[in-house]
């Protein structure tokens, strides 16, 4: 079966530190790949998507980054955090099809809450 | 493009009672339709998907959801809440054919109530 992976599980981080969180998919190949964050009622922003690796979308610009260095890995990162990075943010993987229909659901992480000082 | 509303932010129903949480979308295509649950610090789960054939969906822990075209709208209930549904509940739709990417609602939080 397959499984999703995040760490840290919290992190608090001081304004202007680097950060990266990463997510790790076993169990499946080729997957797609997404980082969403989430903010107290406001729901899930996509912030990055990547359908293999070294291929990543960006939804939202931001101070935020994200990499598939290997093909069940993805990072997400910043050089400088600022106050508004903080939230939930959460890692999801969905089947990839060669004849794409739209119709796979995505599979989440566990999620890591970033808190900033 | 597509959408997803959510109505109501919250909802409160007693134990036993049944469980309404209503989904009304906006899309250009025939739409895939999703609802995911979420519990405290955790990440999202789902419960049912919709996708083609049969408009009753069952999911798990004994949700269900209609995909209803005429009304646009998709909502999940449950005959008999349990303390243990309190959560977070997304609506969710494809974002276009062959998309691999959802659109969320915002959320509907289910209280329940002893």
């Known amino acids: 079966s397959q499984t999703i992976h995040q760490w840290p599980a919290t992190l608090v981080q001081p304004v202007g530190s680097p950060l990266s969180l990463e997510c790790t998919v076993e169990g499946t190949s080729n997957p797609n790949l997404y980082w969403y964050r989430q903010a107290a009622g406001r729901g899930l922003q996509l912030l990055f998507y990547s359908v293999g690796i070294g291929q990543i979308s960006s939804e939202v610009p931001q101070n935020l980054s994200a990499s598939r260095p290997q093909d069940r890995q993805f990072i997400l990162s910043s050089k400088k955090l600022l106050l508004s990075d903080s939230g939930f943010y959460l890692c999801a993987w969905s089947v990839r099809l060669k004849s794409r229909m739209g119709n796979q659901p995505q599979h989440f992480g566990d999620g890591t809450r970033l808190s900033i000082l | 493009a597509q959408s997803v509303t959510q109505l109501g932010s919250h909802v409160s129903v007693s134990e036993g009672a049944l469980v309404l949480l209503r989904c009304n979308y906006s899309s250009s295509v025939p739409p895939y339709l999703f609802w995911y649950v979420q519990y405290p610090n955790q990440g999202l789960q789902l419960l049912l998907k919709?996708?083609?054939?049969?408009?009753l969906v069952k999911g798990i822990n004994g949700f269900e959801a209609e995909f209803k075209k005429s009304e646009t709208s998709f909502h999940l209930t449950k005959p008999s809440a349990h303390m243990s549904d309190a959560a977070e509940y997304f609506c969710a739709v494809t974002e276009g054919w062959r998309d691999d990417k959802i659109i969320f609602g915002k959320g509907t939080r289910l209280h329940i109530l002893p």
């Open positions: 919709y996708t083609t054939g049969a408009t």
